[in-house]
Structure formats: structure tokens, C-alpha cells
Nanobody, 127 residues
Framework: QVQLVESGGGLVQAGDSLRLSCEGS????????VGWFRQTPGKEREFVAM????????DYADSVKGRFSISRGNNKNTVYLQMNNLRPGDTAVYYC????????????????????WGQGTQVTVSS
């Protein structure tokens, strides 16, 4: 079992930055890939970014590429999502997630590939 807790959300203005944290516990957190997704009311949860177990592979949604960066902390129990140049369209609840096993590259953007989810953290970007 893996437990995930997100933090770092808040209310910012367009152009500002935020860093979200996802702290994992339970089964060895660094044995899994980790993904970030976001969701707004009435819409499906959408892929934002992911990092592989070894941190050698990352993937980003086109809408955040060049502005967001995903990384692992030195203690391997935390994954960060650095969000720069935020836009009102980035407003959403952000969730981190982890699969229970290996995650094929072809499936990293699918919500159904992830078995463990955090409770989410709200990010609101005002114009």
C-alpha cells in the first residue's frame, strides 16, 4: 500500500510560481513512477506530468511543457511539481498518483494506470 499526500497549493496571480509536493509513505515510494494530474469541476481528470522510478524519464502534457517541471527530492519520498508562469487555465485541483507496479511508457498519461491517489491540493490562478 502507498499513501500519498499533496501540499503546496494556493491562490496566486497569473505569471507567479508554485511548487507542489507529493509525499509518499507505505510501500517504498521510490519503487514507483509518480504522476501528477489535475481536475476542474465538470471535467475529466487530465494528465499533467510524470517521472519514472529512476527519474531518468519524464513526460509532460503539451499545455504545461516548458513551464512545469517534475522532480524527486533527495530523500526519495517526495516528488515535486514546480509550476512557473502560471495561467488562469492552470486552475484546478492537483493530484499525485502512483501505480502498483511497472508503468509502460505507452500508458503514463492514462489515469487508469495509477492505483494510488492523494487527496488533492487546490491551485487557483487569478488573472
Amino acid at each position: 500500500q502507498v499513501q500519498l499526500v499533496e501540499s503546496g497549493g494556493g491562490l496566486v496571480q497569473a505569471g507567479d510560481s508554485l511548487r507542489l509536493s507529493c509525499e509518499g509513505s507505505g510501500r517504498t515510494f521510490d519503487s514507483n513512477a509518480v504522476g501528477w494530474f489535475r481536475q476542474t469541476p465538470g471535467k475529466e481528470r487530465e494528465f499533467v506530468a510524470m517521472i519514472s522510478r529512476t527519474s531518468t524519464f519524464t513526460d509532460y502534457a503539451d499545455s504545461v511543457k516548458g513551464r512545469f517541471s517534475i522532480s524527486r527530492g533527495n530523500n526519495k519520498n517526495t516528488v515535486y511539481l514546480q509550476m512557473n508562469n502560471l495561467r488562469p487555465g492552470d486552475t484546478a485541483v492537483y493530484y499525485c498518483a502512483a501505480p502498483s507496479g511497472q508503468l509502460p511508457i505507452t500508458r503514463v498519461r492514462r489515469m487508469t494506470s495509477y492505483d494510488y491517489w492523494g487527496q488533492g491540493t487546490q491551485v487557483t490562478v487569478s488573472s
